[in-house]
């Protein structure tokens, strides 16, 4: 019989199974590296500045997959598809979304199998945010 007690096991989230902070940060950060020189999507980032942009990237990430609460503390409910609703995300948009999340991912050398679930997730959010035709 198992000597430890249910309640003191406890399974880890995602987030820390991959590295934690400094992995998404890393993903994020080389997905925007590869944004910054995107004629199709740099200008859906009108800061001048992406640094603001992959901080609520990478906050929204830590915290989907159970880190801290960072984001929603700052920024309330993600709401992803209102917060894109004001740029045209089309195919075209979407495949270059998906061609620098790629990089980004692949550079990460995760697990076979974290990397899988990263990526399923990363492939539904990137269909989902599709508001436009063509």
Same mark, same amino acid.
């Given at each position: 019989m198992n000597d430890i007690p249910r309640s003191t096991v406890q399974e880890q989230t995602f987030y820390e199974l991959v590295g934690g902070e400094d992995t998404f940060r890393r993903l994020v950060h080389r997905f925007y590296q590869g944004v910054a020189e995107?004629?199709?999507?740099?200008?859906?980032? #009108?800061?001048?500045?992406?640094? #603001?942009?992959?901080?609520?990237?990478?906050?929204?990430?830590?915290?989907?997959?159970?880190? #801290?609460?960072?984001?929603?503390?700052?920024?309330?409910?993600?709401?992803?598809?209102?917060?894109?609703? #004001?740029?045209?995300?089309?195919?075209?948009?979407?495949?270059?979304?998906?061609?620098?999340m790629r990089v980004a991912v692949d550079e990460l050398a995760l697990a076979p199998e974290h990397e899988a679930k990263l990526w399923r997730y990363l492939t539904y959010a990137a269909a989902s945010m599709i508001n436009t035709a063509g």
């Open positions: 995107d004629p199709l999507l740099r200008p859906m980032y #009108p800061e001048e500045d992406l640094g #603001p942009a992959e901080e609520r990237f990478a906050l929204f990430l830590m915290q989907y997959w159970g880190g #801290p609460t960072t984001y929603s503390e700052n920024r309330g409910h993600p709401r992803l598809r209102m917060r894109h609703a #004001p740029f045209q995300v089309d195919a075209a948009a979407h495949d270059a979304w998906l061609k620098h």
